[in-house]
């Protein structure tokens, strides 16, 4: 605060961090009007492939996007690569690294790590139950999240299902997305659903790294991934998705 007030015509100061438990307890004051905050997402697709060295790729998907009647020689290649991306996700580790078991062994390295981390920050108590709601939130992505439902299954009570899941959030794992409503009320007391924001940390919650081809919930990865490509671009609080009481559905709005 002090830098920023009497030297910012000569200092400019860029602080990343992950921490977002740590930052709340240990520094207090908000800075406000003194900072930028900008939320770094795991990688998109095509920084994946950028990542890879693979620009061929990178200029095809580019061309792919703003050409309407372009058609590409290499789709069948930008599939394989999105495949894997649907399956590895896009931690830059794990994006990079080439050996398909080794990407395995990062993305346990990052649910038991940087999750463990988050759990200790966060002070809680129940570090079983807190994966268990884990995964269960993994393999329904997509649905919608019945609180009552879940403390049911997991026999704890309501608000500490409601306080997991906003430590969730608050390291980034997953969002929830509201439903469309005029009526903000509505909006905000009805169910929301469950995304992660990485696809491989949530495919390493269900230990399941199997083929887009053979995989029962390849229609969730893929619902999944538009979701995170909406939320990089437009920010996942201003998604929605839409549904009637006979069950008809409109996934984002």
């Known amino acids: 605060k002090l830098l920023y007030d009497e030297y910012r015509a000569q200092v400019k100061l860029v602080v990343s961090g992950s921490s977002a ?4 307890q240990k520094f207090k004051d908000s800075l406000v ?3 930028r905050i900008f939320r770094l997402n795991t990688c998109d697709f095509e920084e994946t492939l950028l990542l890879q060295g693979r620009e061929d790729l990178q200029l095809e998907y580019q061309k792919i ?8 020689v290499k ?3 930008l599939k394989l690569e999105f495949e894997k991306y649907l399956i590895y996700g896009g931690y830059p580790a794990v994006v990079i690294e080439r050996d398909e078991k080794e990407k395995k ?3 346990k390295d990052i649910r038991d790590s940087f999750v463990k981390r988050d759990i200790l920050e966060s002070g809680i108590k129940n570090e079983l139950l807190f994966y268990q709601l884990f995964r269960i939130l993994a393999e329904q992505s997509g ?3 019945n609180i009552i439902e879940l403390s049911n299954t997991l026999k ?17 794992h997953v969002e929830t997305v509201r439903p469309f409503y005029s009526n903000v009320r509505k909006e905000l007391t009805k169910m929301p659903k469950i995304y992660f924001l990485d696809l491989g940390l949530r495919n390493c919650l269900l230990m399941n790294f199997q083929s887009i081809t053979t995989r029962m919930d390849r229609g969730e990865l893929w619902e999944n991934a538009v979701f995170k490509s909406l939320a990089d671009r437009y920010g996942a609080e201003e998604i929605r998705f839409w549904r009637t009481a006979d069950g008809k559905a409109v996934d984002f709005v």
Do not use: A, H, W
Request: hydrophobic content about 35%.
């Open 75 to 77: 789709s069948d290649f």
């Open 143 to 145: 649905q919608l999240v």
């Open 21 to 24: 438990f740590y930052l709340d």
């Open 65 to 72: 996007k703003t050409l309407p009647n372009y058609k590409s």
């Open 33 to 35: 009007g003194r900072k």
């Open 156 to 172: 704890t009570r309501s608000e500490t299902i409601l306080n997991y899941l906003r430590i969730m959030q608050t390291c980034f």
């Open 105 to 107: 062994e990062l993305l």
